[in-house]
């Protein structure tokens, strides 16, 4: 493998809720990731699935069913300033990506613009996400569409100096330091039309 980035990207395939499709997906090695547009797909098949709507904790539970035997040590590293493990920063970059209304499924059909906000109920943060369809609930939407738009984007910190870098850049702008080479992304996508699986999730693999 060369040192310019995402060189191999393994593709494969499965349906939503189908253990034996899912069984069958190679689990990641060291080096590799899963990639963020999987997730990105799950998130709208789950919340179609959901009537439009749910909460994030609902959503993490259905990538850990789904992807739990896949994840490979790099999917499960920790980041270094939250501590929290890559699969769930892939998840952040999705509902940020979902936001913005131009993604689309294997098909290549656009999908629904995804909204999310923060609240808290009785002392307890959560997060609500849905899609930006008639039939969803209309107060809920009114919530969330009541949030400001971030202009913020995704940004990597220069272990030398901590400026804050493009997702992109080899290299920092401020020091020169060059960045880890990236681990390869496997894509683990949705079928363009997935059979929705009436069935209750389990706990299908060892976590």
Known sequence: MTKTGFVKRGVESFTLGDSASIESLRPNQKGEVISPRSSLLILHAFLAEKGGMAYRAD???ELTWHF?????PDDLRPHKATGRPRWLNSLDWAKAEAG??????????LLPRIL???GRKNGKPFTILALDVPGVDPATMDWLKAKPLS????KKNCGNCRRKNPLA???CGRCGKAFPV???????LLESH???AKKKRTSRRAT
């Open 59 to 61: 959503l993490e539970a």
């Open 68 to 72: 739990s035997g896949v994840w490979g």
């Open 100 to 109: 913005k209304g131009r993604t689309t499924n294997t098909g290549w059909k």
């Open 116 to 118: 999310n906000r923060h």
């Open 151 to 154: 202009k913020a984007g995704f």
């Open 169 to 171: 850049a080899k290299s």
């Open 182 to 188: 990236p681990a390869n992304r496997t894509h683990k």
């Open 194 to 196: 997935p059979v929705q």
